[in-house]
């Protein structure tokens, strides 16, 4: 219609330019009151369902300064005393009857098929979770009884997924311990077994890390978060199926280099693999949420059918024998 009334001489090319342009700010101010209309309410729920999240309460709490239990030196003695676990609104006790003594200075490993409570029952222990019955102790003091930052403080803990952060190799290691010097960090990448790739790298320790770890193999990402946990020096070590990404001789290197420099530790290994826990100086089998046997790998093999079942799904004939 206007190229027609341009074609007339009625209006001029500007008028109808002008036309064209006014019209189509008011047609995109109607769509902003059309946008705006659909995003109010989808900002109320969400509004909403932040404010419930901010409104909920913590059931994990410490108790007050004069109750908690307070100590200059702890050393590591880990005790799990007939304990249960049950998910809020869960018909089952996940975990049954566990009873158990980690020892500083031993490693003791956790093993058991999919599904058998081993990752729960280490996750009470920096009371990730609580207990719904029977306790779990430290140097013979209930963890209940203990401040959540003084309990973790003495707790390093490896999960089956390392995650690392945005920042440089060293950065991410300082991260449980800020203040760790130099050396320091050298030495937990190296009881880490992972000094080696970090050398290789053009930037050494300085080298970037991208946000999840994801420009790094998941081997190294799992030596990393290894020597996070060794940088900071706790009393306890909890590895969750932290070697599962590992060759074999990076494991049993990495596990020699464990025993060696972090000796008067309490180590605690969950594991899949039997080649990772042989030496272990104690073996909790676990099977449906209950302790199937405790012992050496020989005593086991023995006793436990439980775990010479999981020992043969892995090994040969002639290293069963042997």
Request: with cysteine; aromatic share 6%; charged share 25%.
């Amino acid at each position: 219609f206007g190229g027609q009334e341009i074609d007339a001489g009625n209006i001029l090319v500007g008028d109808m330019m002008a036309f064209i342009n006014y019209t189509m700010m008011i047609v995109m101010s109607f769509m902003m009151i059309s946008m705006m209309a659909i995003m109010l309410p989808r900002a109320n729920v969400a509004a909403e369902r932040l404010a419930e999240v901010l409104a909920v309460k913590p059931s994990i709490n410490d108790k007050s300064e004069k109750e908690r239990v307070h100590r200059d030196a702890w050393s590591g003695r880990v005790a799990f005393e007939e304990v249960s676990f049950r998910f809020p609104d869960a018909d089952e006790d996940v975990l049954s009857g566990i009873g158990f003594t980690a020892e500083p200075g031993q490693t003791t490993a956790i093993i058991g098929s999919t599904g058998s409570g081993k990752s729960t029952l280490v996750n009470l222990l920096p009371r990730l979770f609580d207990v719904t019955g029977g306790r779990i102790t430290i140097d013979g003091v209930d963890i209940r009884d203990v401040g959540l930052h003084e309990l973790r403080d003495i707790i390093g803990v490896v999960p089956q997924k390392g995650f690392l952060f945005s920042g440089d190799i060293a950065s991410n290691i300082r991260y449980g311990r800020p203040d760790a010097s130099d050396g320091e960090v050298e030495r937990a990448a190296d009881i880490a077994q992972a000094s080696g790739f970090i050398a290789e790298k053009e930037d050494g320790y300085a080298s970037e890390i991208a946000q999840g770890g994801d420009n790094v193999s998941g081997g190294q990402k799992q030596r990393l978060a290894i020597a996070r946990a060794v940088a900071k020096d706790p009393k306890i070590f909890i590895f969750d199926d932290s070697f599962s990404a590992l060759d074999y001789r990076t494991d049993t290197e990495l596990r020699r280099a464990l025993a060696h420099e972090l000796s008067g530790r309490t180590i605690i290994i969950v594991a899949q693999r039997i080649a990772t826990i042989l030496r272990a100086d104690k073996i909790i089998v676990l099977d449906e949420g209950r302790v199937a046997g405790i012992g050496t790998h020989r005593e086991l093999l023995t006793d436990c059918e439980v775990y010479r079942e999981i020992a043969a799904s892995q090994l040969s004939e002639e290293e069963l024998a042997s």
